[in-house]
């Protein structure tokens, strides 16, 4: 069975950058067609997608965070990361990693990591 | 940059009772439009894909239907497990990218 966990820095200082590590177990990273996101939720808000990265290493982002996302896959350790630049406050929020299905909906979700912007 | 609103923001409902939530597309996504349930402190569960395939393991009381703008989630006789938040997400086609709704909550 397919498990997702988070795991990285909960607290990160405005400008500093968040790394996040989705450790995945019970499923092969090599299959095509499918994608490994990252997703994020501020307190009492909505979902908003971050990026995804394929088995291959291609990675594509959200317009809105292009510019400071960088989302990596290591077949080898079972894992895919997410850095993400020049954090503030409005960066808080719980991080769940998901892995999407062939049509990009996301079935299985890691339980979250919550990240805390402040000095 | 496609917008999809969810309405209504909540809704009060009863045990047993049928409801229908709405999600609208301010431009024709086609049919790549999902639905998730989320619990409080838990991970949204995917409920429907594709406008209306259940997921594995969803109970036949949640049907999504709709196409192009509108597009619908309705559950019926409501069970005590039902009562969460309710999100749709429409997907697009090369490159991936996606985007959620707000949410409608629905409560007891």
């Known amino acids: 069975q397919l498990q997702l966990q988070e795991s990285g820095s909960g607290l990160v200082r405005p400008s500093q950058t968040l790394s996040l590590t989705c450790l995945v177990s019970g499923d092969s990273m090599n299959s095509g067609g499918f994608s490994w996101n990252w997703l994020r939720q501020a307190p009492g808000q909505g979902l908003e997608w971050i990026g995804c990265?394929?088995?291959?290493?291609?990675?594509y982002y959200n317009p809105s965070l292009e510019r400071r996302a960088t989302i990596s896959v290591d077949t080898s350790t079972h894992s895919f990361s997410l850095n993400l630049t020049s954090m503030t406050a409005a960066d808080t929020a719980l991080y769940f990693c998901a892995k999407s299905t062939g049509s990009f909906f996301f079935a299985s979700w890691g339980q979250g990591s919550l990240v805390s912007v402040s000095a | 940059e496609i917008v999809l609103t969810q309405s209504p923001a909540t809704l009060s409902l009863s045990l047993g009772e049928r409801v229908t939530l709405s999600c609208r597309a301010s431009?024709?996504?086609?049919?790549?439009l999902g639905w998730y349930q989320q619990k409080p402190g838990q991970a949204p569960r995917l409920l429907i894909y594709d406008v209306s395939k259940r997921a594995a393991g969803v109970p036949p009381r949640f049907t999504g239907s709709g196409s192009g703008t509108d597009f619908s989630l309705t559950i019926d006789s409501l069970e005590p497990e039902d009562f969460a938040i309710y999100f749709c997400?429409?997907?697009?086609?090369?490159?991936?990218?996606?985007?959620f709704g707000q949410g409608t909550r629905l409560e007891i």
């Open positions: 431009q024709n996504i086609g049919n790549y």
């Open positions: 997400q429409r997907r697009a086609g090369w490159p991936p990218m996606c985007s």
């Open positions: 990265v394929y088995h291959s290493g291609r990675a």
